[in-house]
């Protein structure tokens, strides 16, 4: 029997995204910091998921063009919760975050 050495990260996620993120429409998180490095893995909703990419971008970007792989049906969705999340500094369209794409992991049986 194999053994996984990939490197497993803490990635919380808001109860919100577990539908889609289990139906894999949500696909990206967007971070002010970066977590992990492509092939880092990751655990939430009991599932595994991997980290495919991770790139800096500006916060509008998210908000305007990746929203929906965000898990949000629109830009304004998308920067009322980054609002909620972030109180203190709230949305910044210039701050400068790390988007993390993800998939699910799947897992075949012998």
Avoid at 57 to 86: R, T
Wanted: net charge neutral; proline share 4%.
């Amino acid at each position: 029997m194999e053994t996984d050495e990939r490197i497993t990260i803490s990635l919380p996620f808001n109860i919100r995204f577990k539908e889609s993120m289990l139906k894999e429409q949500k696909t990206w998180t967007s971070r002010a910091r970066q977590y992990g490095k492509v092939g880092y893995i990751f655990q939430v909703f009991g599932r595994t998921f991997v980290i495919t990419d991770i790139r800096q971008m500006y916060l509008k970007q998210i908000a305007n063009s990746y929203y929906y792989e965000e898990g949000f049906d629109s830009p304004q969705e998308f920067i009322a919760f980054w609002k909620i999340i972030h109180p203190r500094k709230g949305y910044e369209p210039n701050q400068i975050i790390y988007a993390h794409n993800f998939r699910l992991e799947i897992i075949l049986e012998d």
